[in-house]
């Protein structure tokens, strides 16, 4: 993540102006490789162009200790936000416990086993081909589902019974960890991929798009920042055992 003040709040609301406390749930955020914001509430700083190179160091926004550029998160979840930590400030909360911080997992999880169709995609009635689903402690486990737009992140409305039945077809789609997890789906002509990813980068998805999208379909750039993501979650995923839910329960 880049940004001297790193990801910030979580749901920009619709219309209207921000209200001036974070909504509870941590969702999908707007988040890039240049920017990191959150799915919906308060977009984080766009850096412009060339500012990469003169900036200060970033800073664990724990401690103050300097990070490099590759570097954990960790989730405030009282705050609504990610903040960018050094090693020692990311394994302080690496356990959940209930409390406030929790540390952004990088465990990447897909089922080739039990490949999804288009038509099972298509029962949620989500207009886009691709949307991620997170859930939050501080809302009782509510799943809210969001998907990549010109504005970053777009919360959309969910069948919540056809997503359980989705899950119960195909288990890793309730294998994430509730506020740092997050299950991922992209559809296809071929079909439907589905993953279990880090939230974090879930928002740097969101970012790209609200930064590279051009015209009613995105633009060929935006089109090919979802391919280069999707590739990297492929080359990334291990494949889902049963015993994950176990070792993350």
Do not use: N
Not at 19 to 47: C, F, H, K, M, W
Not at 136 to 160: H, I, M, N, V
């Amino acid at each position: 993540m880049t940004g001297s003040t790193g990801l910030r709040r979580f749901v920009r609301p619709q219309a209207g102006p921000a209200p001036p406390a974070p909504p509870a749930p941590p969702a999908a955020a707007d988040v890039s490789a240049e920017t990191r914001s959150a799915p919906g509430d308060v977009s984080a700083e766009t850096p412009a162009s060339g500012e990469q190179a003169g900036r200060a160091p970033e800073k664990c926004e724990m401690c103050a200790a300097e990070v490099p550029a590759e570097h954990g998160h960790v989730a405030d979840l009282d705050g609504a936000s990610l903040l960018c930590a050094c090693r020692a400030c990311y394994l302080l909360f690496t356990r959940p416990g209930g409390g406030r911080y929790h540390s952004i997992p990088d465990r990447y999880l897909s089922d080739p086993a039990r490949p999804m169709s288009p038509a099972e995609w298509d029962e949620l009635q989500i207009p886009v081909g691709l949307a991620f689903f997170l859930r939050s402690s501080r809302a009782g486990g509510e799943l809210t589902g969001f998907y990549p737009s010109p504005a970053g992140a777009t919360e959309c409305q969910l069948d919540l019974q056809r997503w359980q039945e989705l899950v119960r077809r195909y288990p890793l789609l309730g294998a994430a960890e509730p506020d740092v997890e997050a299950a991922l789906i992209s559809r296809s002509a071929a079909g439907a991929e589905y993953f279990l990813v880090p939230v974090d980068a879930c928002y740097e998805l969101a970012g790209r798009m609200r930064l590279l999208w051009r015209g009613f379909d995105g633009g060929a750039e935006a089109r090919q920042s979802v391919e280069d993501f999707l590739a990297m979650v492929r080359s990334r995923a291990r494949q889902y055992s049963p015993r994950e839910d176990v070792a993350h329960g």
